[in-house]
């Protein structure tokens, strides 16, 4: 399949810098959000970004159009907040906007891709494909396959993805994948670490750079991903493995609590302008 068009539901940081790898690519794109000025907010990122790549700007933007509601496309990329209803919901919607061949995707780091395929009548044609922050950036697509998701649907989406410019990696779904199975115990212990005292935020992360060839600490990391979805994701590992070891930090419950979320908010574990 060559998906011509795709239908990218989700302007945020995800969400857009997807929209932008998938049009610099020369395809087609629907963008659609419906939380008031997001899409407005993401297409300035899509521009600032494409500026400081030196890539084509207006040709790119010229290929995506915003829609006010899903729209008939080759492929669904999903990409909203790590939450399971709410996604779910954009299935069913998807569902019934696209045609019987299309296939749904959700850009999820830790929601179940069963549980997705499982509300709609296409559970074949459902599959990860998460892409890492910045998506124009990072090479890698975690390709993760649900128990239904066909062998033709998950090779379609390794071809997209190295037609992308990206490199695919497959992973079966168990909670967290094997990304964020991996990662998140690391950002959890690195909390753990400031809460008790071990070290000062930047000497956590100056010694996982510099230590582990890390190009960002694992704090630094956590705000550029989001608190708040950093304890979406401990939350869904934690419920599906049934291990202590993935429960949250209280260090990072109480930071979201706070409103304190990283760098979308302006302040996490660091202070941004």
Known sequence: MDFEHVLVVGAGQMGGGIAQVVAASGRRVSLHDP?????ERGLAGIRESLERLGADVDGTLARITVVDDLVAADLLIEAIVEDGA???????????????????AS???????TSLAAVIGRPDRVIGMHFFNPAPVLQLVEVIRGLDTSDET????????????????EANDFPGF??????????????????????????????????????MGPLALADLIGLDTCVAIMDVLHAGLGDQKYAPCPLLRQHVQAGRLG???GRGFYTYA
């Open 35 to 39: 939380y008031p000025g997001a899409v």
């Open 86 to 104: 709410a996604k779910e919901d954009i299935f069913r919607r998807a569902d019934a906007a696209l045609p019987p061949d299309a296939i749904l």
């Open 107 to 113: 850009n999820t780091s830790s929601i179940p891709i």
């Open 154 to 169: 998950a090779a379609a989406i390794v071809a997209l993805a190295r037609d992308l410019g990206k490199t695919p990696a």
């Open 178 to 215: 094997v990304s964020n199975r991996i990662l998140m115990p690391f950002i959890n212990e690195a909390a753990y670490a400031l809460l008790e005292g071990v070290a000062e935020a930047e000497a956590i992360d100056t010694i996982a750079r510099l230590g582990f060839a890390h190009p």
């Open 263 to 265: 760098r979308k908010s």
